[in-house]
T-cell receptor, first 115, second 115 residues
Framework: AQTVTQSQPEMSVQEAETVTLSCTYD???????LFWYKQPPSRQMILVIR??????QNATENRFSVNFQKAAKSFSLKISDSQLGDAAMYFC????????????FGTGTRLKVLA | NAGVMQNPRHLVRRRGQEARLRCSPM?????VYWYRQLPEEGLKFMVY????????ESGMPKERFSAEFPKEGPSILRIQQVVRGDSAAYFC?????????????FGPGTRLTVL
């Protein structure tokens, strides 16, 4: 069975600085999808970025980018030029390309942005 | 195009009562997933449904919990004889027919409090 691990319960970053959130996963599959979701206090799950495992190029979305290391099964999220609105819980998620497509989530990292 | 709708947003029940949570998927989406988020934890998969069919209920507790997605109307997650341990946020996500996308779109969640 697949697992997702986020080893940082909480992280802090100064406004305008850069922060990296870690995520590792375990799977025997060769093709899959990885996601980062943001959950602000409103609890709405907001898709930040996604990565297809067969693509070697790291995904980027404006200030958000990932460092995808397939062999190491690592999928970290880098937030550049951090803003106060980035403060939230961040969840890493895995989805197989077979079966029922259910997501497997990590336990989350709470990001605090300091003014 | 309206997003995934869930109601109610907040639900308070006393122990032993029934809870009914509703989810209206995005227009054109025929696949619905339910996830549960316990306090300070990540989301855990419960059940995956298509119209009139339960495809995967491997994450659903064997007793007291049931789900349906009728031909007409929203998907319903039903919890009978609620207990304090059922207090959580319940999220619904929807996706178009299989193969056309890899992303699930989440609703705002229903926060269930059992007194």
């Amino acid at each position: 069975a697949q697992t997702v691990t986020q080893s940082q319960p909480e992280m802090s970053v100064q406004e305008a600085e850069t922060v990296t959130l870690s995520c590792t996963y375990d799977t025997s599959e060769s093709d899959y999808y990885l996601f980062w979701y943001k959950q602000p206090p409103s609890r709405q799950m907001i898709l930040v970025i996604r990565q297809e495992a067969y693509k070697q190029q790291n995904a980027t979305e404006n200030r958000f980018s990932v460092n995808f290391q397939k062999a190491a099964k690592s999928f970290s999220l880098k937030i550049s030029d951090s803003q106060l609105g980035d403060a939230a819980m961040y969840f890493c998620a895995y989805r197989s390309t077979s079966g029922t497509y259910k997501y497997i989530f990590g336990t989350g990292t709470r990001l605090k942005v300091l003014a | 195009n309206a997003g995934v709708m869930q109601n109610p947003r907040h639900l308070v029940r006393r122990r032993g009562q029934e809870a009914r949570l509703r989810c209206s998927p995005m227009k054109g989406h025929s696949h619905v997933y339910w996830y549960r988020q316990l306090p300070e934890e990540g989301l855990k998969f419960m059940v995956y449904l298509q119209k009139e069919n339960i495809i995967d209920e491997s994450g659903m507790p064997k007793e007291r919990f049931s789900a349906e997605f009728p031909k007409e109307g929203p998907s319903i997650l039903r919890i009978q004889q609620v207990v304090r341990g059922d207090s959580a946020a319940y999220f619904c996500a929807s996706s178009p027919p299989r193969g056309s996308t890899d992303t699930q779109y989440f609703g705002p969640g229903t926060r269930l409090t059992v007194l």
